[in-house]
């Protein structure tokens, strides 16, 4: 039966991904007024019912809490879209002088939505997505497949009534890892949007398909000798404790400058941080992983007293946080790893050097490229720390949750957090519609292209007078023209040499044609242009005209007044305006 369930998803995988496609024929012809007015529309209703799918996220899945959902949803239906309302994702987006710059929607978006960010993951998406008209499919975590669908139905209905095609935003019912896999690699996908795990993300990246993907947080924040204590404290709280700690972005280890240690501790306490005593660490970390040494599921998205109680420590009532005194980083210090949940690793040092070390090891150990955070008054210092730090955000003097996603910060809102190279991500960026958009630019030359080979060329094909070629300084145009003759007549002279020696002609060229007298006002060029030709010994006696090696506009027309043809070969060099005029009138003979 599980073989003929994932037959059926990857059936429904495919169907979806047609569907998608052939409604996105329809929504990239859209123009920017309907686009904004459907996705207006979505938001709006996404946003009234924020409170209602908060809860029923919270009650599916058990992570977090249900007024946290409620306010990422918020986030994620008013701040995005205000953010990016006036965004142009339609024709001409940019134009200068020289360039223009014009939006292409990419097609068909396979977005996989987590269990830990169910409902509000999926409003940004949506938004994103259509806002730059593409489609998407939906591939739900099983755990939150509920909620998830209930958000994508909300904002379908709303955009269908303001003209969206109904297969233009999907989701899945067959919740399997098949299923996902054939989303991703449909041929008539166009860019996958994953967030979830490090599995997930890694398989989205060999599908083949261009990939926007997350990695893991393991958040460290570094509270530096002259930052504000009382602060700095609240806002790690706020950070770690917001949703019980299931934004990737949230604080995971706490790296304290040591001439502040004590108030940090004593801040900690009172703002309802609870420092476990090593017997008490050691029961804790025995329930943050699992026997194979990664995070133990259960924990997960659970508050502080839930955990204690889990390992059998007694906290006091209304524990906000568990903090541990860390001896180390890495496999063998579970209390080193991200925890997605309101725990906090404790790490003393001594300067910003040992802090911005601590801080950078933390990253090593499981979050490169995501998130760093700084408290301080020193700006210099915190750039210099954000110099050292391998993450794609760095955060300064405000809780990371909410400074990573555009909450508290400048940063684009955004609900996928890119974390570059350094996390084995396309992009550092806070994704957003932007990236579901190829940009064509069309492009006017500003910087005319001269070189002495193009020069060269022209020249050769030109000679006629029809040309003047361009060169530094300037100087007189008449002394350029006979400077190009001389430079051709001594190239066909030479050629003429090696077919008289060749052929054992005796006879030196002669002139067919004198130069035509100057008149004033003439177009005709100054330059005198000599026909080659070799003249046999036997001429008189029936022999054939020996080809030309050039041929000019003037030539061709004194053939014509004297009744002549030109003789030609495969070889012979025709100035353009000579070939359209012999052409016309029927005056090159061909010599094999």
């Known amino acids: 039966m599980p073989e003929h369930n994932d037959l059926i998803a990857q059936q429904e995988a495919r169907d979806a991904v047609e569907a ?119 591939s739900p975590h099983p755990s939150a497949a509920r909620s998830i669908a209930e958000t994508a139905r909300i904002m379908r209905e709303v955009g269908v009534r303001e003209g969206l095609p109904p297969d233009a935003i999907q989701c899945l019912t067959n919740s399997t890892i098949e299923g996902t896999e054939a989303l991703m690699k449909h041929k008539r996908t166009a860019v996958i949007l994953a967030t979830g795990g490090t599995g997930l993300v890694r398989a989205a990246y060999s599908s083949g398909k261009p990939a926007f993907g997350v990695g893991p947080g393991n958040v460290p924040v570094f509270i530096e000798r002259t930052a504000n204590v ?192 350094w996390g084995g991500n396309v992009t550092s960026d806070n994704v957003s519609p932007l990236h579901l958009m190829d940009i064509k630019r069309v492009a006017f030359e500003t910087k005319p292209v001269a070189s002495a080979q193009s020069a060269k060329f022209k020249t050769q094909n030109n000679v006629s007078g029809n040309f003047t070629p361009q060169t530094p300084g300037g100087g007189d145009k008449s002394a350029k023209r006979e400077a190009i003759a001389a430079i051709v007549d001594k190239f066909l002279s030479g050629k003429l040499n090696e077919n008289q020696k060749s052929s054992g002609a005796v006879e030196a060229p002669k002139e067919t044609a004198a130069p035509k007298p100057e008149i004033a006002n003439s177009p005709v060029s100054p330059v005198k242009t000599i026909i080659h030709e070799l003249k046999p010994e036997n001429s008189g006696n029936g022999a054939k005209p020996k080809a030309v090696d050039f041929v000019s506009e003037d030539d061709v027309k004194r053939a014509l007044e004297n009744g002549e043809k030109i003789y030609v070969t495969a070889k012979t060099i025709i100035t353009p305006s000579a070939r359209d005029l012999g052409d016309e009138k029927d005056i090159f003979a061909k010599q094999q």
Not at 95 to 115: C, D, F, H, K, Y
Not at 394 to 411: E, M
Request: aromatic letters at 6%.
């Open 20 to 138: 998608a496609h052939l409604a996105f024929t329809s929504v990239a012809a859209f123009d920017q007024t309907k686009i904004d007015r459907i996705c207006e529309a979505m938001a709006k209703a996404a946003l009234a019912e924020s409170a209602r799918l908060g809860s029923m996220a919270h009650e599916e899945t058990g992570f977090g809490k249900a007024e946290d959902k409620r306010e990422k949803n918020r986030f994620a239906a008013e701040d995005v879209w205000n953010y990016f309302r006036n965004l142009k994702t339609v024709g001409v987006v940019r134009e200068t002088e020289s360039i223009v710059e014009i939006a292409s929607p990419r097609g068909v978006v396979a977005a996989i939505i987590p269990s830990t960010n169910p409902t509000s993951t999926t409003i940004f998406k949506i938004i994103i997505a259509v806002k730059s008209r593409n489609t998407i499919v939906l």
């Open 230 to 421: 009382e602060k700095a404290v609240g806002d790690i709280l706020t950070g770690t404790c917001f949703d019980n700690g299931t934004i990737c972005a949230s604080e995971q280890s706490v790296v304290v400058d040591a001439p502040i240690e004590a108030r940090v501790r004593e801040q900690f306490k009172l703002q309802g941080g609870h420092f476990l005593n090593q017997a008490e660490a050691e029961k804790v970390a025995e329930v943050l992983l699992t026997p194979q040494r990664t995070l133990n599921p259960k924990i997960v998205g659970k508050s502080a007293e839930y955990i204690a109680n889990l390992a059998g420590v007694s906290v006091p009532s209304g524990t906000r946080c568990l903090l541990a005194d860390c001896g180390g980083i890495g496999r063998d210090f579970p209390w080193s790893i991200e925890k997605l949940s309101p725990t906090l690793a404790f790490f003393v040092v001594e300067g910003v050097e040992q802090g911005a070390r601590r801080c950078l090891e933390v990253l090593q150990f499981g979050g490169m490229g995501h998130t760093a955070g700084m408290h301080t008054q020193d700006r210099a210092a915190a750039i210099a720390y954000g110099a050292q730090m391998p993450a794609s955000r760095v955060v300064i003097n405000s809780p990371t949750t909410h400074g990573a996603i555009g909450f508290s910060t400048d940063l684009a809102p955004s609900m996928t957090l890119g974390c570059g190279s």
